[in-house]
């Protein structure tokens, strides 16, 4: 069991691309991503219906070794200033398999 | 005014259904359609109305006079961005003025289709072409919206910098007009009618063009679900915007009604201009738009689109539009 | 017994994927539905019925001997519950009884399709009366049922009863009765094919007439599987409510062919009658009943509607209620 | 990074909205949901398979202020007794943004 | 070789559709297709082909000479992973070996269906027979691949041994090859359409038959855009393997086309066997092998056949087998 | 509130069966799942676009005394060993209704 930090992102889905490459950017490879979540907030009702993808939110969960998370955080939080959306942080145990 | 036309639109199936989806939403039944429907059905519309706007332009040749009509297509949804842009920059900024005007300068596939179906039920004969029209009208909107509002210091969308992001930055924009999903599907359609002309057709057509209506009907259904649901967030914006969203297509269409006569277009081909000038994109620019110039707030653009005017040029436009036509092209 | 005719049955189509679903779920094959298209085929269903019998409606005109079968099947709706209620009180507590009797009462359309199906695979004519009589019975059942359990002492339902909700209380009563997404998609289709008629009907019927029966057996397919899974279920919840859900579909399919024959139905609407009465919902009345008599398991009601009465009406019922109807009808 | 309350409610999907009205009544305006989880509990296995939404869960997560939580969860616990389901409470940080 | 041949099935809309799939992903379009309608339509075409061979089977009869393409499909579909198996697994491990081997000596139901909607374009007969060897030929391989694996150590795939598991361990094999969903529906539409005839396709034709090319496009479509975004799972397997996913059906395609000629099929019947014998599975093994072989790598054998030799046949390979078909069935 | 240990699972779609089945053999008979999740992870990534789930993740959350912990992880392990996948283990709390 390993401890680390666990990220719920949640992200308008045209924009979730953009945190995954950003994981990616930061040497994240393992992430778990929901589609179609709707949603209230800061910019309204988020209601999942139409076609577009645009009220529309993503739910992603990642993990992240401790010493990495406060620079993650701050590209994170650059990007959830421009786009909206948030972000939750927890410690959880992974199971090392 | 000829009421018997607005009466006689409103009691198609299709219109109707639109009605059942807004009632259902405003009376608080729990009907819903879910997501992957929606777009399902969306992907069918675009594909089936791509493909007979490419079979009946293959038909047609591309005569010189088609150009005309194209032309003055995506000349109008360029302009309509700038001059919205420049009505609403000082009220509302320039990021969501940008936007605002982008999606009225960009097109409605489904109010288009709806006056399709309608100009069929009446008889009246219209081309391919403006098919092709619609299909072109789509993005340069979308250009305009976005260049106007870097222009005026909106900053463009980044994440980092780091370059390697294939939809940010100034490249994006191009990809996000013309490889835009609905867009792509759109075109590529058009072109594969274009390529398999008649013979494509007669496969696809049973699929394709004979439940076309039918689908269109469900499809107007979940529209009006959606577009109700938009109502709370637009009388929210303010009477402004919701004063805004009904005058723009009068306007527009007013002018386009004036341009299709100039240039002596046949009255259904004016009546499909006229619908596609005054319509205003809620597929298409939408997303674009979040990607390409996220700072704009998609509560104002988004719900003067699909909640007043896709309802207005659905129930009262297209009939009230064509009276004008029939009325100019009789006259002249 | 007509045997041949109960064969007929079992070898059609639809039919045989019902058998195939089921067989599916028990094998432990993966097959699997994705729940969206689920409801993609109900919403087609309901549409298509709906606007098929809004047309024959219109097309029969309003006379005064449709009314009666109307008012049968609205009393029959409303009876059903109230003598279900009585039998199971005691046995399962005021709300189960109370759900189960709304479940009875109300009726299943998937059933009603697929009897007149098996209707005009016979060549047996019947009447768009019959449904409206559909759409009028899914409700009544649904207002009975509850208010005998309030009457019964159960509580209605609120979230902490600041009164602002839309769905709680005693107004959230009418409108799942009448609001419930199926039953307002199925009732607007109908006035709206009574309101677009014959030409309304032309547009929608590539869509919503051919390919209904190739629907059908996709939808029952899934109603197979799903079926299937909620026998462990059923088994839990003991004999007396197998039994049960196997007797009472025969009382009341006696009964109804006791009306029809009094009320001079032509064989074909007598099927249809006798169906209504005998089915038991799963579509509209389980919603309905979540949320206004939350205190009612529905590990109970939906697993006798779905798993027995369902595949038992499908299978068996329909051509058994036929032959009885056959034999009446000639000797009388 | 301030400390909030992660709340994670399953809920039958007609009953949802009352969730979130209830979110809404404490003054707690984000939330994110996710339709059509599948699920097992003391009302046995909820299979998310047909057409009424009456045998599928929603999933709720939404973040609370901890010294808002009890109010919150006494109202959550009036309805999850009358309506099932579930609730999880954790700690988490969220990102500010 | 006939190039108009290729030309002219690269200009159907089929194909075309596929290619725009494909251009789409690659020029990172964001269109999309949620995995609901996916898999809708997937089952809708297992539905459609699986009544139809059946019904075709029904009228054939059950002749002798029926028996021998079938025999000749099922033990291709068992050679395949056989000599896969020996040729790879000293490379790549017995698992994936066997994987692979699984994959090859499987078919692709929508190479088959493309091959048919290829040869009625053409005006070339061909016989449900076909459509029963493809049914057959789903399972075989993927019993003979385990097998293979087991016999060379590969441990059987259990969660703890508690054997109550419904999926696991041998029992699971046979389940997995023929209770996987996608060959049960298969199988079950092959069967229902053979019992319920030429009546209970009239019924179901207008949904299963005339709508089906327009369906095939749109589930092209998406099989493009799917199998581009497995290029660069692909290009990370190597060159060999990508080399292996073309040279394999042309090795299969190769001996399929001479063991057609020594059994005297009609050209139609030969170019569907050859495309059996040619085609990689991508829906019933990957899904089986997940569950009996999971130290397989599903990066290896799913893209290999999605994203190379899939694309290959319904392009390339089907126009040029029927090349050699014609060229030989007309020396011959 | 009843202390808790939260299992947060993601599991290949075909394998997803085999997880409920290990929950009910030790005993917990709650959990949630959620469909069609796409992720990367060491295999790669997992695009949830096709037909059969083979690059579909399922998500399954479920709650375990903590008493219970040990035994249950030393199963899941071996379960993701073979089949892939991950498991996040937090504490929370359940609230009792
Ligand atoms: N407190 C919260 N808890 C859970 N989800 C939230 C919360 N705040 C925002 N969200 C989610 O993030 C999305 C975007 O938030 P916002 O940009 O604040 O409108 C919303 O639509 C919700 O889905
Ligand atoms: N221990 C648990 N862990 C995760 N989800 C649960 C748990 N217990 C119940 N649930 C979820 O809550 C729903 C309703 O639970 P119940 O009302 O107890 O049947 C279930 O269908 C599950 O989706
Ligand atoms: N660090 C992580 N955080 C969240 N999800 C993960 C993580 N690692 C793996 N996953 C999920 O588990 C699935 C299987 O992982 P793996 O077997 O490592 O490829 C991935 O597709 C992800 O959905
Ligand atoms: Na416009
Ligand atoms: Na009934
Ligand atoms: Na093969």
Known sequence: ?97 | MDLGLIAGNLLTPPVLFFALGMAATLLRSDLEIPQAVTRGLSLYLLFAIGMHGGVELAAAGFAADALLPLAAGVVASALVPAIVFGLLKKRFGAADAAAIGATYGSISAVTFITACSFLDDRGTAWSGTMVAAMALMESPAILVGVLLARRAGVRASDDGGDGDGPREGHGSLLREAFLNGPVFLLLGSLVIGMLTGEKGWKAVAPFAYEPFKGVLCLFLLDMGLIAARRLRALRESGAFLIGFSLIVPLVNASLAIGVARLLDFAPGDALLFTVLCASASYIAVPAAIRLTLPQANPSLFLPMSLAMTFPFNVTLGIPLYMTAIDLLWRTA
């Open chain 1, 1 to 97: 069991m390993i401890p680390v930090k666990r990220l719920e992102i949640v992200i308008d889905a045209p924009h979730a691309e953009s945190i995954t490459r950003l994981l990616g950017r930061h040497g994240l490879s393992g992430w778990t991503q929901m589609r179609g979540a709707s949603g209230a907030g800061e910019r309204g009702r988020r209601l999942a219906d139409e076609i577009t993808g645009v009220s529309s939110n993503h739910v992603i969960v990642t993990t992240c070794p401790p010493e990495r998370l406060d620079e993650l955080l701050e590209e994170l939080r650059a990007l959830l200033v421009r786009h909206g959306g948030m972000c939750l942080v927890s410690d959880a145990l992974w199971l090392k398999h």
